[in-house]
């Protein structure tokens, strides 16, 4: 039996070498491209569309009301959101933006904000491939370890700690 006929499928998506496939590619230009969001951006913005619909805008609602779904999901991000308020999300925002991490990276970091570098790293396989090491000269625009490691705390600075 020689099996010519089958051939292993190549999956286009692999988010250790920062490949998303077709629905996150720069189809459309650069100003068109989707950006993962972070969590508390989500809630922010989950929780802007509740207050709308409870106080019977005509915003993004379809007058039907708040779905169990849609609560749900405000409810995980409410849960899992690392930051509670616009200026902290922006500020997070900010920069990360500056940091020269791939969006998906960038969110990654927010949401799961890691204590260190080798956390980062740990979690995020992209990184540990794409990190400038000491002493060498990559041409890569994204940070070191040591930077890694100030951008982490800078980050965690704008946490916010809730019980658990």
């Known amino acids: 039996m020689s099996g010519g006929g089958l ?12 490949e998303f496939g077709e ?3 720069d189809v459309f230009g650069e100003d068109n491209v989707a950006i993962p969001m972070i969590t508390s951006e989500v809630m922010l913005v989950l929780e802007m569309r509740k207050k709308d619909e409870e106080s019977g805008g005509t915003g993004m609602g379809d007058g039907e009301g708040i779905s169990e779904t849609f609560q749900k999901t405000l409810q995980y ?17 900010a920069l990360l933006q500056d940091s020269g991490l ?3 990276e960038q969110a ?8 260190d570098a080798e956390e980062a790293a740990a979690l995020l396989p992209s990184l540990t491939k794409r ?10 625009t994204v940070p ?3 930077e890694l490691g100030e951008l982490i705390e800078n980050i965690q600075s704008f946490r916010n700690f809730r019980d658990v």
């Open 144 to 146: 070191d370890e040591v």
């Open 23 to 25: 629905v996150f590619s």
């Open 77 to 93: 991000c409410q849960r899992f959101g690392q930051f509670r308020d616009l200026a902290k999300v922006q500020a997070v925002r």
């Open 108 to 115: 990654a970091l927010a949401n799961l904000c890691p204590a």
């Open 7 to 18: 051939k292993a499928e190549v999956n286009p998506e692999d988010a250790t070498n920062l």
């Open 131 to 140: 990190l400038k090491r000491t002493g060498t000269n990559t041409g890569a």
């Open 102 to 104: 791939h969006p998906f």
